[in-house]
């Protein structure tokens, strides 16, 4: 039965169940300790004051330990509940990492000193022109060399041989001031340094628990390999659809149309005869979108159902998937437009500086896929998700087509533009950071007041 119970430091009455009879408790009252004496046949019953070093974590009438309490400071205005919460430590929210953890990636603004030495020495010196290297290349080349080449030369005009055909035949199977012969497999080698980097990197970012190692390698590796051929799918899908038209008003329909349009994206992205908007539009429409989107789907599909993680884990599957993505096309661009044409400089920009930039890109992603979470839950209509995917996306998707379409032109402006445009994508993830950090404030200062407000009411 209920043993009376009388505390001697604030004189309140109160009955304690029996299975707290002989132990030290706190008082609910005043958090002062005392000791609940086991009843005797009479009702009397005595109290024990005690040092506060002696008494144990015994637990109260469902009340904290008394050491995470403090005396309650009246006020009524909000934030001095909300610090006076604080200071009592009322609940336990997840430890920030350090100062220096929190700012580590900004270490990767000097991955663009390579982009910025190429686009320097293309606005100095020129490109080099292939023609005149491959005429120097066959001057020094052996007869026997000359003779196999121009005979290939010339079913490259009929269309009957392609250059990989024409490297079969030069010496060392590249020109003059190439880097890599065309059959090399150096450039994986490349990539695999790159990796290695890019994800002891993550590694170290993640180490405070803001995500999980292998999620972080099992995601890159999904990107760089499921991710890239969902990608090529949807171009060559895009490419087909270009001479085919369709009727009627269901959703493949409707999906024949989108790969349609992207389709006309990648040719207006592609076609040297455009002008700046319609390169920009195709770079932006067919390249952006697609990459982006593809970049985001490991983030996109955890983030189907709630889910506890925090923004910073968000911001690292999005590091994590844009680095696997961008060394997988390091490793494509490397083998068909690089190997046995262009000179070493470029291979520090596809596997560092582009690297990282596709990084960014999608790391921003991934804080925004964070805070517009709600979107993406079970019962949104199909537009409302389309509306959500562009709200998440669109601002990489557009830095990625403008910087897309700058190269393009190549000139010496526009090389600056685009080095401006790499600049500027640090700028957008530093905001969707900002963003990210104050909504977290704002989660945990209500949680706070919350739980202040439940106490209080008990100990009322």
């Not at 309140?12 to 000791?35: E, H, I, T, W, Y």
């Not at 490349?190 to 980097?197: E, F, G, I, M, Q």
């Not at 697609?290 to 590091?319: I, N």
């Not at 500027?424 to 919350?450: H, N």
Request: some cysteine; overall charge positive; proline content about 5%.
């Amino acid at each position: 039965m209920p043993i009376p119970v009388q505390c001697a430091a604030c004189g309140k009455k109160m009955k304690a169940p029996d299975r707290l009879a002989g132990k030290r408790v706190a008082c609910p009252a005043c958090k002062k300790p005392l000791s609940i004496q086991e009843e005797e046949d009479d009702t009397s019953y005595g109290v024990v004051q005690e040092a506060p070093s002696k008494l144990p974590h015994t637990g109260t009438f469902h009340e904290p330990p008394p050491e995470e309490e403090e005396e309650e400071t009246p006020s009524s205005d909000r934030r001095s509940r909300f610090k006076s919460a604080r200071r009592s430590k009322l609940i336990t929210v997840a430890r920030q990492p350090p100062f220096a953890l929190r700012n580590l990636h900004w270490l990767l603004v000097f991955t663009l000193i390579p982009l910025g030495i190429s686009l320097t020495y293309k606005s100095e010196r020129g490109e080099n022109d292939i023609e005149e290297r491959l005429s120097a290349t066959l001057a020094n080349a052996p007869p026997d060399a000359q003779i196999k080449a121009m005979a290939v030369i010339q079913k490259m005009e009929t269309g009957d041989a392609d250059l990989d055909d024409l490297f079969k035949v030069l010496p060392e199977q590249r020109l003059i001031g190439a880097h890599l012969a065309r059959n090399t497999w150096m450039h994986w080698f490349y990539a695999l340094v790159a990796a290695a980097l890019f994800m002891g990197f993550l590694l170290i970012l993640a180490s405070h628990g803001s995500a999980e190692p292998l999620h972080l390698l099992l995601i890159a590796l999904f990107t760089a390999t499921i991710g890239i051929v969902f990608l090529l799918l949807v171009q060559l899908l895009a490419e087909w659809s270009q001479g085919v038209w369709l009727r009627g008003r269901g959703i493949i329909v409707l999906l024949f149309y989108i790969v349609k349009f992207i389709g006309f994206s990648y040719r207006a992205a592609s076609d040297p005869s455009n002008g700046f908007f319609l390169s920009f539009l195709g770079f932006t429409l067919g390249v952006g979108l697609c990459e982006e989107l593809v970049k985001a789907m490991p983030v996109l599909w955890h983030y189907r159902r709630r889910t506890d993680q925090s923004w910073r884990g968000a911001f690292l599957w999005g590091l994590a998937s844009g680095a696997g993505f961008g060394i997988a096309e390091g490793i494509m661009y490397s083998s068909r437009y690089y190997n046995g044409l262009a000179g070493p400089g470029i291979y520090f920009v596809r596997f560092i500086s582009c690297v990282a930039l596709h990084a960014l890109w999608s790391g921003s992603v991934g804080i925004s896929v964070h805070r517009r979470q709600d979107m993406l839950q079970e019962g949104q209509a199909w537009h409302d998700y389309v509306l959500a995917l562009f709200l998440m996306i669109g601002v990489p998707m557009f830095l990625h087509g403008l910087y897309d379409t700058l190269l393009k032109r190549g000139e010496t402006l526009q090389n600056g533009f685009a080095l401006a445009v790499a600049i500027v994508s640090f700028g957008w993830l530093a905001f969707q950071m900002a963003l990210g950090g104050q909504q977290e404030r704002t989660e945990e200062r209500r949680a706070y007041l919350k739980e202040y407000g439940r106490r209080r009411t008990a100990r009322a």
